[in-house]
């Protein structure tokens, strides 16, 4: 069946630190992997789309990798801050699934002062 | 803000009863997808409406319907609601629905079965 997995564990880090976090999917072919952020009770918002052919993204201090080989995803902020606290999701989208977003169940950063 | 209007935040009603949220999308997108985001399931895609057609489908029960309008707004309508309907409803807008654009979430409507 597919799957996308993150890290149910929440990412506590301190201020200024590298957080990464992961996303491993199986039984998916994505064209796309797009990643949001999250806040309490708030929608989804976009931050960065790589392609399947692309290996890196950056934007600002966020920075996504695809392996499509080992069917992974790495999202990186760097020199973190407070207000960087938030879940972070990663979405896949195949070729026949035009629109159709598949969401991870997120992964909870908190970064201390 | 992400241009995505939708309404009302908070709904509380009933086992057995129907609602209607309603979405309208940034101005000037054709797009508008529907999601579900609930504690256990997560964010769920339902459907999607490209220009007044519905374009893709994900795991709608049968229960819940929507459409897209001409003047492009959207209504996702529950009915015979259930205890686990309780959720986070999301609405999000894009240009054209193509596989690589950005969707833009609205704030969500909070629906309450009780």
């Known amino acids: 069946s597919q799957k996308i997995e993150q890290n149910s564990e929440a990412l506590n880090i301190q201020e200024g630190k590298t957080a990464t976090l992961t996303c491993n999917y199986t039984?998916?072919?994505?064209?796309?992997l797009q990643w949001y952020r999250q806040d309490p009770g708030r929608g989804p918002v976009f931050l960065l789309l790589?392609?399947?052919?692309?290996k890196e993204k950056r934007k600002e201090r966020l920075k996504v990798t695809f392996d499509t080989t080992l069917k992974q995803s790495l999202f990186h902020i760097t020199a973190s801050q407070p207000a960087d606290s938030a879940t972070y999701l990663c979405?896949?989208?195949?070729?026949?699934?035009?629109?159709?977003?598949?969401f991870g169940a997120g992964t909870q950063v908190v970064v201390t002062p | 803000d992400s241009g995505v209007t939708q309404t009302p935040k908070h709904l509380i009603t009933a086992t057995g009863q129907r609602v209607t949220l309603r979405c309208s999308p940034r101005?000037?997108?054709?797009?508008v997808y529907w999601y579900q985001q609930s504690l256990d399931q997560g964010l769920q895609f339902l459907i999607q409406?490209?220009?007044?057609?519905?374009?893709a489908k994900g795991n709608i029960l049968e229960r819940f319907s929507a459409q897209q309008f001409p003047d492009l707004h959207s209504e996702l309508n529950l009915s015979s609601l259930e205890l686990g309907d309780s959720a986070l409803y999301f609405c999000?807008?894009?240009?054209?629905?193509?596989?690589?654009?950005?969707?833009?979430f609205g704030p969500g409507t909070r629906l309450l079965v009780l």
């Open positions: 999000a807008s894009s240009a054209s629905g193509g596989a690589s654009e950005t969707q833009y």
């Open positions: 101005s000037g997108d054709l797009s």
């Open positions: 409406y490209y220009n007044g057609e519905e374009r």
């Open positions: 979405a896949l989208m195949t070729t026949d699934s035009w629109g159709k977003l598949q």
């Open positions: 039984n998916y072919s994505p064209a796309y």
């Open positions: 790589i392609r399947e052919n692309e």
